[in-house]
């Protein structure tokens, strides 16, 4: 009897649940990218500073001042947006084992009822309960 859980995708999903996780690539890309949006953030306070020691600021006054803005702005947005993406990467890897688990648990569970109807009763119990049907 199918429990109604048996597929080609839940048998490899329980494979894959024992052994090294799944989805290394995205794992490795997150890395990557939280680690483009710290040297963006770097490069951004950098090129902050470099504006504010040139000679960009004597030369044109309030101008100066308005690039290192749109400067740290534009760095903000870029660090903002990277760090973004690899927490979304990270929260639907986390939602595809959480989905694995509960996949597992009601499989387990589907088994357990199934061995649970399937056993036969003692003698004494189907008495019984042939008793009360008549």
């Known amino acids: 009897m199918s ?25 490795i890309l997150s890395v990557i990218i939280t680690i483009f949006a710290i040297l963006a ?4 306070i950098l090129s ?3 504006v504010f020691r040139s000679s960009m600021l004597i030369m044109y006054g309030s101008l100066g001042i308005i690039a290192v803005g749109i400067t740290a702005l534009a760095g903000g947005i870029v660090v903002i947006f990277l ?4 927490e979304t990467i990270k ?3 986390a939602i595809e084992q959480n989905t694995r688990t509960t996949n597992d648990w009601l ?21 019984n309960i042939q008793q009360i049907k008549v």
């Open 3 to 27: 429990s109604g859980f048996e597929n080609d995708y839940s048998r490899q999903a329980v494979s894959l649940s024992h052994g090294e996780p799944p989805f290394k690539t995205l794992r």
């Open 41 to 44: 953030a770097i490069g951004t």
């Open 48 to 50: 902050c500073i470099s």
């Open 83 to 86: 760090l973004s993406i690899a």
């Open 91 to 93: 929260v639907f890897l």
């Open 107 to 127: 499989r387990k569970r589907s088994m357990e009822r199934q061995e649970a109807h399937t056993q036969p009763q003692p003698a004494s119990e189907a008495m």
